[in-house]
């Protein structure tokens, strides 16, 4: 018997061919001949994985292009990769490309979380060509018969399941031998021989026969680790030896969770996470339509996963109780056994994935709260035997952001809300985590408890991940039963959204208050909120009160009520905090904004008026602003977004100083509580503040830690363009490089980051002409901008560099009528800070009174504003060479190169070297009667010798101050004293002044 009747059944195999009528005796002149070239693999709507599409591609192609030696042909490829990776995609795009290029295609696939019997993975594979080797085999002569099985197939020496034979040319598999073999795959038959060695030869006698018989072969076997264990050895066998013959074994498999790998041997290709970039790209090609801040949260959680980043639901702010989100399909993938952990164990899961904070003993005390069992730590070891959690000591995590969600989906709301209980019940009483999970907890109104959630909005801001403080206003309005105060709670959780940058939760928050009475501030706010970009939207008629007037358009302030009360008032500053950015472009509303703040005088140290009045009016209540910002407060105090927009205040008006100083207080806090995500934020205004203060190498620093801190994190790409069209900013005013324009998406994005992104690189750009020495472009630039409204109080900041090239250019009567209007504009109570510079311009561009205006310039305290002070000394030292007073001259320049030097103004240096030569300073950078080289070292102390050393050998302020564990300004202030003492002028000329004249 030949076995024919075992295929009596009308199944194909996966190429449609029927394997219920016997195959032709010589397939190969019936059969078209196979395209040496199978189907591109990179044009698949593939993202990330074109490496890997072109190994695919590779082993196809060995096993269809007919070789020079018989082992060139042929090829086995494993794909490794943690679920979700994209390997069954990748192996279906390799079959498609296969049955393309003329293949033939066996497939196989094992199933997670079964138990499957024996062989029933060999079977699937070799079932639909057995008819055809049975073909074969009946054609055979008789001595060709009797060749035993597998005697003319190469083992591997090192294979312990199989021994060692000489190798030989595949003879045609033999009828005696299939049929021992179809005994064994469909009626349990004990294998003859040796068991599983003669099963592996017969069935690669089998592959390799039929390959050659007819259409080479790509056997595809997903999942291959989930397969029974005779099947897994057998394949792994065959993909060994599939070298040689036109046969192409693809197999996916996941990691190995110990050594030794069983699949060593063959070629295996690791499939990695998709990077952000490739993440953000495949959720907008899959996904369209998703806003910022939900596509910000897919990526966090999917990690890279392809499978996560498609199956994973869009975050819902209505989802109670608060569970990780999931699908079945990402849950059968990443947690296919979770079902059948112990119950004490699906607890413990339940608990680390509602807190993942946690550690052990304060999840196993929750857990067993939820059971009534008291649980130990040896419940955690099913889940990590399974390898959905690993344990570091502290904690368990889980072995993907994603499997949280996949462990506990289908988790019914009663479990989910017991679970929050006795997460509550464990954590510190009062805290923002316990008030939280009390929240997800409670199913009905209780009032005592959302005004807890209100009360603790702050410590969230200032603790937890940003969405937090949100999401408790929203459940406080949940809670609340009355209206108004689910309004208020409401409208206090879209204005948190707004300004955290949550569109889309802002818009669903606004026109979830605006269903409930809100008085008619809190209602105007509601609207802009609601509808942003738009005017005069029509308000519910509840909200609004009797009567048919007009309806106030939100952002028109003239149209405003007064505040009447504490909840109206905090509604008005909202409501100016956010009209601020769009009344500023138009004089009227500015107006009106101002006079409309004016009529708060109990308010008018709070951090969101002082914002409100310096974005629109930076420099005409620069005085107000700056006397709120510095009022007496303790920080300690104020939240820190509050801390944040008082030092934005304190930038728009003009002291660069105070805003830096409370960004790095913003920077403490938030380094302190572990939350990265405003960083780049809070360093990319540290770098304004010090461009604003024309502390270049300083700010250049600020910069690029922006970009590093957001580079690859969704939603932080508009920090990364302002950072790097900043970044080139500040090289060209060291430098004195000219800036080119910005593209177009670079501008567009860094204005989501900036919104003053366009005025400061205009008059960055101007101020570069002046550090270059091109005063007759600089002039006329920075003029334009000092008198443009648009970018007034950004080129203020520049007012002496003004001042510089308008000397230059013999156009000191223009500049300073400039100066005059510009101080009348600013009023009798012209900040100091702003009037310091002033003071600074008037003594650059002054003639016949220069003593005077020098004396007086100096007469302020110019220690906090080196950028001012060094400009100042060089027109000073200018002034005196011009007099001749030759020592002075050199003593006034050499201190001007220090501060420029230490500001990391390199343009100023070859100027700064002609004045000296021009007031008698000999060419290698000592003055007549001055120091000789020889003695350079004996005028410095050990530390200043250390720092003049390392600085001469081209190293930074900041890489200096890492060596000797110094701050950067600390540095930077000893080489301020070190320059003139060395009669230098640049690091340049340190090494020359620091050289032994004995050293040849």
């Known amino acids: 018997m030949n076995g024919h009747g075992r295929f009596a059944s009308p199944a194909g195999d996966e190429d449609g061919r029927s394997t219920s009528t016997p195959a032709p005796a010589s397939p190969r002149t019936s059969t078209p001949p196979p395209s040496p070239h199978p189907a591109h693999l ?13 190994a695919l591609r590779e082993a196809l192609v060995a096993a269809t292009t007919p070789a020079a030696t018989a082992t060139d042909q042929g090829a086995a490829l494993v794909l490794s990769g943690q679920p979700g990776t994209g390997k069954s995609a990748l192996l279906e795009a390799a079959v498609r ?27 699937q594979t070799v079932w639909p060509v057995l008819p055809d080797a049975l073909d074969q085999a009946d054609g055979l002569d008789p001595a060709d018969a009797a060749r035993p099985a597998g005697a003319a197939d190469l083992a591997d020496p090192a294979d312990p399941a199989t021994p060692h034979h000489p190798p030989a040319i595949d003879p045609p598999p033999r009828a005696s031998s299939l049929d021992a073999l179809v005994s064994v795959l469909v009626d349990g038959a004990p294998a003859p021989g ?45 993909a060994r030896r599939a070298k040689g013959h036109p046969l192409a074994l693809l197999m996916t498999s996941r990691p190995p969770h110990a050594l030794p790998d069983p699949l060593t041997g063959v070629p295996t290709l690791s499939l990695g996470p998709l990077s952000p970039a490739e993440s953000a790209r495949l959720l907008a090609s899959r996904r369209p339509g998703l806003d910022a801040q939900a596509v910000r949260e897919l990526l966090a959680t999917a990690a890279g996963n392809p499978l996560a980043l498609l199956e994973l639901p869009a975050p819902a702010e209505d989802s109670l109780p608060s569970l990780p989100a999931s699908s079945d399909r990402l849950a059968a993938a990443m947690a296919p056994g979770a079902a059948r952990l112990p119950a004490g164990t699906r607890d413990l899961l339940l608990v680390a994935a509602l807190h993942p904070e946690g550690d052990l003993p304060l999840l196993l005390s929750a857990a067993s709260r939820i059971g009534g069992t008291a649980l130990d730590p040896a419940a955690l070891e099913p889940a990590e035997r399974a390898g959905l959690v690993f344990f570091d000591g502290m904690r368990p995590h889980f072995a993907h952001p994603a499997t949280a969600g996949a462990v506990v989906h289908g988790t019914g709301p009663d479990r989910c809300r017991a679970a929050h209980a006795a997460l509550a019940a464990v954590l510190p009483p009062g ?41 408790l206003l929203r459940r406080a309005a949940d809670l609340h039963p009355h209206p108004a105060d689910r309004g208020r709670c409401a409208l206090r959780a879209a204005q948190l959204a707004q300004l955290l940058g949550l569109d889309r939760m802002t818009r669903t928050l606004a026109h979830h208050a605006l269903r409930h009475p809100l008085g008619p501030l809190g209602t105007l706010c509601a609207q802009a909120l609601a ?34 009360g504490p909840a109206e008032q905090q509604n008005a500053l909202e409501l100016a905090r956010i009209t601020a950015p769009v009344a500023a472009g138009d004089e009227q509303r500015s107006k009106a904004l ?23 009016r930076p420099l005409g209540r620069a005085a107000t602003v700056l006397a709120g910002v510095c009022a007496d407060r303790d920080l300690g105090d104020v939240s820190v977004r509050d801390i944040e927009r008082l030092g934005e205040a304190a930038l728009l008006a003009g002291d660069p100083l105070r805003a830096l100083d409370l960004w790095r207080r913003a920077e403490r806090r938030r380094r302190f509580h572990a939350l990265p995500a405003q960083l780049p934020w809070v360093l990319l205004r540290q770098g304004l503040a010090h461009l604003g203060m024309g502390n270049w190498a300083q700010g250049e620093h ?24 900043l970044t080139d900013l500040v090289r060209g005013l060291r430098t004195g490089t000219p800036v080119g324009p910005a593209a177009d998406r670079d501008l567009a994005a860094a204005r989501r980051s900036v919104p003053s992104i366009d005025a400061v690189l205009a008059v960055g750009a101007a101020w570069t002409l002046a550090e270059c020495g091109e005063s007759a472009a600089a002039f006329p630039a920075l003029s334009s901008l000092l008198t443009d409204p648009r970018t007034r109080a950004a080129a203020l900041f520049a007012v002496v560099a003004f001042a510089e090239a308008a000397k230059a250019e013999q156009a000191s009567r223009e500049a300073l009528a400039t100066l005059d209007r510009l101080e009348r504009e600013l009023g009798a109570r012209c900040p100091r800070v702003i009037g310091v510079r002033f003071t600074v311009a008037r003594a650059v561009l002054a003639d016949d009174d220069a003593r005077t205006m020098f004396e007086r310039a100096f007469a302020e305290d110019l220690s906090p504003w080196p950028y001012l002070e060094a400009p100042l000394r060089l027109a000073e030292g200018r002034w005196l060479r011009l007099r001749r007073q030759f020592a ?45 080289p020889a003695a350079a070292r004996d005028l410095l102390t050990a530390r200043e010798l250390r720092i003049a050393e390392l600085a001469a050998r081209g190293l930074s302020n900041r890489e200096i101050g890492e060596q000797l564990g110094l701050a950067s300004r600390t540095i930077g202030a000893y080489l301020y004293r070190i320059f003139p003492r060395l009669g230098v002028t640049s690091r340049a000329q340190l090494a020359e002044a620091l050289r032994n004249p004995d050293t040849p």
């Open 594 to 616: 101002l006079a409309f703040l004016d009529g708060m005088p109990d308010r008018a140290d709070d951090p969101r008026l002082l914002y409100a009045m310096a974005t629109v």
């Open 888 to 932: 002075d001259s050199q003593a006034t320049l050499r201190q001007a190169a220090a501060g420029f030097t230490m500001l990391g103004a390199e343009a100023r240096a070859p100027r700064i070297a002609a004045e000296l030569r021009a007031s008698g300073e000999r060419a290698e950078g000592a003055a007549p009667g001055g120091f000789r």
């Open 531 to 564: 509808h942003p970009g738009t005017t005069g939207a029509q308000p519910p008629t509840h909200a609004t009160g009797p009567g048919t007037g007009a309806v106030p358009d939100p952002t028109d302030p003239s149209s405003w009520p007064t505040p009447v």
């Open 42 to 54: 990179g044009d698949l709507g593939f993202v990330g994985r074109t490496a890997e599409l072109g």
């Open 97 to 123: 490309a296969a049955r393309t290029g003329g293949m033939r295609v066996l497939r196989c696939a094992g199933i997670r979380g079964s138990n499957p019997p024996d062989l029933s993975g060999l079977l």
């Open 702 to 725: 600020a910069f690029r830690r922006c970009a590093q801190s957001a580079e690859g994190t969704y939603g932080q790409d508009h920090h990364v363009a302002a950072a790097r069209l």
């Open 194 to 238: 040796t068991g599983h060695s003669w099963l592996a030869f017969a069935v690669l006698d089998v592959l390799t026969a039929v390959s050659r018989a007819g259409q080479p072969l790509l056997v595809a076997v997903d999942d291959w680790d989930a397969l029974d264990a005779p099947s897994r050895q057998v394949l792994a066998f065959v």
């Open 431 to 471: 805290s923002v985590r316990t008030l939280w999970h009390l929240a997800q907890a409670a199913e009905g109104p209780d009032p005592e408890l959302a005004a807890r959630l209100e009360a603790v909005r702050g410590d969230a801001l200032e603790q937890c991940p940003p969405t937090m403080a949100v999401r």
